[in-house]
């Protein structure tokens, strides 16, 4: 018998369906999980982390690297603004998805603009019923057509949707809030609940004129404020140099559970940079970043002594998180031929000696990373057995032997000693890859190529991060350097898939699913802005993430992603970096929140507010 999820609140009676719908659905969901019962009941007040009676008003000044074109998220051209969907996926500040994603709750999701949906046990449609009250900034309500036009203008403009939605062949409106998403496959158990991560557009001001008469076009950048429904809306910019977000006073949906005490601030003023390093400089003075996320561990370590820190005018804390843990790896992209051999990759990843950076330039702060679900109970170890063993063993022809008789570690560094032998192995790896030292370069033996590598970077933090590696590697006799772009360009280098290695940071949710696709299936390998960014073609991994995305229930789930994680690191795809265990935070004392934030995202900054004597 199928495990499928058990939702939370069940609501049987909101209206009837048509027949033929009815006799297939279950009852309507509301707060839905995939993985557990959620700790909030059906129409909950709000967070457990918010305030309910937070005070509204003022300003928060934040950053933003490179600069921006457009503000249109949601098609490959173009470089959106701050406040925007990142990466195209969201809502954003603009605009409100069908459903809301708990901010303190893996894979568990609330009700927004859909106040609820339904679908069967075998998985092979949904409904998602409209909450009646949701409308746009303009007044006009959010229709079932306005869902259908942006499901179908997201298939067919955005990459990530077209492959997170790659198995819901259709839209179609079953009444005036009612829409029903048709499958092609059955038991895709995620399909029902993701559909809620759908941003929905205004078809009616998309199709419409701008001031100009001329007609807008959805597929193409715009610097025209768009419509939305979300909770800001923009009130004034500058390409390339600044944009302000306004908080919409009559937000339709402020009073909802997952809104309640949320969304406090009056604007939100983002402030333009070509380079990362002023930034930092900024923010020690006030007034243009109020709220600083650190990255750097030397920084968190050591640099905290300036005069507003001094004098109490800035707070700083880390804030536990119990979320997975981001795969942060250099991504070696098999485009190229000299990194298609996987004894060549494998050998790269013997000249990274992460403990010695950890020691020198980290503070000792950081954590290797060893799997690509870091974190919980998706993470693999060990060597592989019970009902995971048995999957893999349905590829052993395909994988190295020495998967299934043992564990996983990356290399370890750290002294001479250890370097020189990971020096060995490396050498040896790369001799039999068809390479040889020729006048102190490796140099492949057919060609004459010397082996160069340039490792791509959108700010200084690369030589920070890539330094000491790429020193390693000179030392070693391999040809690299650094290689440094502003923001803008750096995108568009990694939507062409145009560098020889980059760090990627690839965050993983605790119910892996159909996004899969997208980060390592051979049909995203070639697609412009996808995020399998080595370029993976590999037939295991296809089955396994196929095999992920139709997994009957959750022990079922753990076993494939286990496989799937040991099959990517023992391909050496990624030479993994580092994560810390905990969220860094700094900011100026203007802000008051919840003591106890979210510890499944670490802190939630849509629930603070501001001071009222610190307002402006």
Same mark, same amino acid.
């Given at each position: 018998?199928?495990?499928?999820?058990?939702?939370?609140?069940?609501?049987?009676?909101?209206?009837?369906?048509?027949?033929?719908?009815?006799?297939?659905?279950?009852?309507?969901?509301?707060?839905?999980?995939?993985?557990?019962?959620?700790?909030?009941?059906?129409?909950?007040?709000?967070?457990?982390?918010?305030?309910?009676?937070?005070?509204?008003?003022?300003?928060?000044?934040?950053?933003?690297?490179?600069?921006?074109?457009?503000?249109?998220?949601?098609?490959?051209?173009?470089?959106?603004?701050?406040?925007?969907?990142?990466?195209?996926?969201?809502?954003?500040?603009?605009?409100?998805?069908?459903?809301?994603?708990?901010?303190?709750?893996?894979?568990?999701?609330?009700?927004?603009?859909?106040?609820?949906?339904?679908?069967?046990?075998?998985?092979?449609?949904?409904?998602?019923?409209?909450?009646?009250?949701?409308?746009?900034?303009?007044?006009?309500?959010?229709?079932?057509?306005?869902?259908?036009?942006?499901?179908?203008?997201?298939?067919?403009?955005?990459?990530?949707?077209?492959?997170?939605?790659?198995?819901?062949?259709?839209?179609?409106?079953?009444?005036?809030?009612?829409?029903?998403?048709?499958?092609?496959?059955?038991?895709?158990?995620?399909?029902?609940?993701?559909?809620?991560?759908?941003?929905?557009?205004?078809?009616?001001?998309?199709?419409?004129?701008?001031?100009?008469?001329?007609?807008?076009?959805?597929?193409?950048?715009?610097?025209?404020?768009?419509?939305?429904?979300?909770?800001?809306?923009?009130?004034?910019?500058?390409?390339?140099?600044?944009?302000?977000?306004?908080?919409?006073?009559?937000?339709?949906?402020?009073?909802?559970?997952?809104?309640?005490?949320?969304?406090?601030?009056?604007?939100?003023?983002?402030?333009?940079?070509?380079?990362?390093?002023?930034?930092?400089?900024?923010?020690?003075?006030?007034?243009?970043?109020?709220?600083?996320?650190?990255?750097?561990?030397?920084?968190?370590?050591?640099?905290?002594?300036?005069?507003?820190?001094?004098?109490?005018?800035?707070?700083?804390?880390?804030?536990?998180?119990?979320?997975?843990?981001?795969?942060?790896?250099?991504?070696?992209?098999?485009?190229?031929?000299?990194?298609?051999?996987?004894?060549?990759?494998?050998?790269?990843?013997?000249?990274?000696?992460?403990?010695?950076?950890?020691?020198?330039?980290?503070?000792?702060? @950081?954590?290797? !990373?060893?799997?690509?679900? &870091?974190? =919980? /109970?998706?993470? +693999?170890?060990? %060597?592989?057995? $019970?009902?995971?063993?048995?999957?893999?063993?349905?590829?052993?022809?395909?994988?190295?032997?020495?998967?299934?008789?043992?564990?996983?570690?990356?290399?370890?560094?750290?002294?001479?000693?250890?370097?020189?032998?990971?020096?060995?192995?490396?050498?040896?790896?790369?001799?039999?890859?068809?390479?040889?030292? @020729?006048?102190? !370069?490796?140099?492949?033996? &057919?060609? =004459? /190529?010397?082996? +160069?590598?340039? %490792?791509?970077? $959108?700010?200084?933090?690369?030589?920070?991060?890539?330094?000491?590696?790429?020193?390693?590697?000179?030392?070693?006799?391999?040809?690299?350097?650094?290689?440094?772009?502003?923001?803008?360009?750096?995108?568009?280098?990694?939507?062409?898939?145009?560098?020889?290695?980059?760090?990627?940071?690839?965050?993983?949710?605790?119910?892996?699913?159909?996004?899969?696709?997208?980060?390592?299936?051979?049909?995203?390998?070639?697609?412009?802005?996808?995020?399998?960014?080595?370029?993976?073609?590999?037939?295991?991994?296809?089955?396994?993430?196929?095999?992920?995305?139709?997994?009957?229930?959750?022990?079922?789930?753990?076993?494939?992603?286990?496989?799937?994680?040991?099959?990517?690191?023992?391909?050496?795809?990624?030479?993994?970096?580092?994560?810390?265990?905990?969220?860094?935070?700094?900011?100026?004392?203007?802000?008051?929140?919840?003591?106890?934030?979210?510890?499944?995202?670490?802190?939630?900054?849509?629930?603070?507010?501001?001071?009222?004597?610190?307002?402006?």
């Amino acid at each position: 018998m199928k495990c499928f999820v058990v939702p939370i609140a069940v609501i049987a009676l909101i209206a009837p369906l048509p027949a033929s719908f009815a006799q297939e659905a279950s009852g309507w969901v509301t707060t839905d999980s995939l993985i557990a019962t959620s700790k909030y009941a059906d129409n909950f007040p709000h967070y457990d982390h918010a305030n309910p009676d937070a005070p509204k008003g003022g300003t928060v000044n934040l950053p933003a690297l490179g600069t921006y074109d457009s503000f249109n998220p949601y098609i490959l051209k173009g470089n959106p603004a701050a406040g925007f969907a990142s990466g195209g996926f969201g809502g954003g500040l603009l605009y409100d998805t069908l459903r809301a994603q708990s901010v303190d709750e893996p894979s568990t999701s609330h009700p927004l603009i859909s106040e609820s949906f339904t679908y069967p046990e075998d998985d092979s449609f949904a409904i998602y019923r409209l909450n009646k009250a949701a409308k746009w900034h303009d007044g006009e309500p959010i229709t079932s057509q306005d869902v259908v036009w942006t499901f179908e203008v997201l298939k067919k403009y955005n990459q990530l949707y077209r492959e997170y939605y790659k198995n819901v062949v259709s839209a179609e409106i079953v009444n005036e809030t009612d829409i029903k998403f048709s499958f092609d496959e059955k038991n895709n158990r995620e399909l029902p609940n993701i559909l809620g991560d759908m941003p929905v557009l205004p078809q009616h001001w998309w199709e419409g004129t701008d001031a100009n008469g001329n007609k807008r076009d959805i597929s193409k950048s715009t610097l025209e404020p768009p419509l939305g429904s979300g909770p800001y809306k923009i009130a004034s910019f500058d390409p390339g140099v600044f944009i302000q977000w306004e908080r919409v006073k009559d937000y339709w949906a402020a009073d909802l559970p997952v809104n309640k005490g949320r969304n406090n601030f009056d604007r939100f003023n983002y402030t333009y940079f070509l380079d990362s390093t002023p930034i930092w400089e900024a923010f020690k003075k006030g007034g243009i970043q109020d709220i600083h996320t650190e990255t750097s561990s030397q920084r968190w370590a050591n640099e905290y002594t300036f005069p507003a820190f001094k004098e109490g005018k800035v707070k700083k804390r880390t804030f536990p998180t119990t979320g997975s843990k981001p795969m942060q790896g250099f991504a070696m992209n098999m485009r190229r031929d000299k990194f298609k051999d996987v004894r060549v990759r494998k050998a790269l990843s013997y000249l990274f000696d992460f403990e010695s950076i950890n020691r020198l330039q980290l503070s000792g702060l @950081r954590t290797r !990373t060893d799997s690509y679900f &870091e974190g =919980g /109970e998706l993470q +693999s170890s060990g %060597i592989p057995e $019970g009902r995971e063993l048995s999957i893999l063993q349905e590829f052993s022809d395909q994988l190295p032997e020495a998967l299934f008789t043992a564990p996983f570690e990356n290399p370890v560094g750290g002294d001479r000693a250890k370097n020189r032998d990971n020096q060995r192995l490396a050498a040896q790896l790369m001799r039999e890859a068809g390479w040889e030292p @020729r006048n102190g !370069t490796w140099t492949n033996i &057919e060609t =004459g /190529e010397p082996f +160069s590598i340039e %490792i791509l970077g $959108g700010s200084p933090v690369t030589n920070i991060i890539a330094g000491q590696f790429t020193q390693d590697m000179r030392k070693f006799g391999i040809d690299a350097s650094i290689r440094i772009v502003d923001a803008s360009q750096y995108v568009s280098r990694l939507e062409d898939f145009n560098f020889d290695i980059t760090t990627v940071q690839l965050a993983q949710s605790l119910s892996p699913g159909n996004e899969q696709r997208d980060f390592w299936s051979s049909t995203a390998a070639d697609k412009p802005d996808s995020r399998n960014m080595s370029g993976i073609k590999n037939p295991v991994v296809d089955a396994l993430v196929d095999k992920i995305i139709f997994a009957e229930n959750r022990d079922e789930l753990i076993a494939l992603t286990h496989a799937l994680d040991r099959v990517l690191l023992w391909n050496y795809y990624y030479i993994p970096q580092w994560h810390s265990p905990e969220e860094w935070l700094a900011w100026w004392d203007k802000f008051d929140f919840v003591d106890k934030q979210p510890t499944y995202s670490g802190v939630d900054t849509s629930s603070w507010w501001i001071k009222p004597e610190s307002r402006k």
